[in-house]
């Protein structure tokens, strides 16, 4: 082979394998003109202006999403969308504008992301920085996976010492509450998750953690993606371990599972520990996966 054919086989070798299409699929995302609204009462009309200013900001939106390749803009679900983004802009008055912007997975139909901005200005400059503002708000939330519904059950005791006389006492009620409630509360100030209200559907289960798995039926008939429970395991009256398992509420299969290890503290600390325990194993973990697959 001649040695300027081979040459340009190696050439398109390595274009091909630098490519797009050798590379991740690109992510399909759907983006309707955003509306417009003037409720600034001004006497001059600028109707004009602003849909030329609205037409410059979608097109800059819709470049900047689509640059590098990550993205690519699609009509519509049908032709791809994985993500939809939909919003509105209305001046308020002479200086003031606000502009409401929201992500929409389609898959899971939920709110990605859902935010209100204002800027100031009502000049192709001002509509720019908001456009340049706008359009790294939306990326960082494509790229941001949808909160999980979570259903966090009540936290139960294993008591293993040989003062157990079976029945919870008052004080270990209101630890484990308070432990069940730090979790709830962890997990949810995370992004991560969203917390669904268990009220009182697994009163009649009895203890979670012997059932089997009932706990994912349980999770999935209150609109939950996955389900936790959590176990805090009494070795003595100074010593414990905490436990916790995540299924899938549909296939009922384990995601994630924790485990503290042997600690030492009185019966206040089992909060403390818990929540340090959901952050390592739980949401740490699942944010570096996260991460590592952007």
């Known amino acids: 082979m001649p040695f300027s054919r081979l040459a340009l086989s190696a050439v398109l070798l390595v274009v091909l394998s630098c490519s797009p299409a050798a590379a991740e699929a690109a992510i399909g995302v759907a983006m309707d003109d955003f509306s417009y609204t003037d409720t600034s009462a001004e006497p001059a009309n600028q109707t004009a202006a602003h849909e030329r200013r609205l037409s410059a900001f979608m097109a800059a939106l819709r470049r900047d999403i689509g640059e590098g390749g990550r993205y690519r803009l699609v009509p519509s679900a049908k032709d791809g969308a994985a993500f939809k983004v939909v919003g509105g802009i209305q001046k308020t008055s002479t200086l003031v504008q606000w502009a409401k912007v929201a992500v929409i997975d389609v898959g899971t139909r939920k709110l990605v992301m859902d935010k209100l901005y204002t800027f100031r200005g009502d000049n192709d400059e001002s509509w720019e920085r908001a456009e340049i503002f706008v359009s790294r708000e939306v990326m960082a939330a494509l790229a941001t996976p949808a909160p999980v519904t979570l259903a966090v059950f009540e936290f139960e005791l294993e008591d293993t010492t040989a003062a157990s006389v079976g029945a919870l006492a ?35 289960a009895g203890a979670l953690r012997d059932c089997g798995g009932c706990e994912a039926a349980i999770a999935k008939g209150l609109g939950a993606d996955q389900s936790l429970i959590g176990v805090v395991r009494r070795v003595s009256r100074t010593e414990y371990t905490l436990g916790f398992q995540v299924r899938d509420a549909s296939t009922g299969a384990v995601l994630a599972r924790g485990d503290s290890g042997l600690r030492l503290g009185a019966d206040y600390s089992w909060k403390r520990g818990a929540v340090r325990l959901v952050k390592d194993r739980l949401v740490e973990s699942q944010q570096a996966t996260d991460a590592a697959r952007r």
């Not at 308070?178 to 268990?198: C, F, K």
Request: hydrophobic share 35%; aromatic share 6%; charged share 25%.
């Open 170 to 204: 008052a004080s270990d009620a209101s630890y484990l509450a308070e432990v069940t409630g730090g979790v709830r509360e962890a997990l949810g100030h995370s992004g991560r998750y969203r917390i669904v209200d268990v009220g009182r559907e697994a009163a009649t």
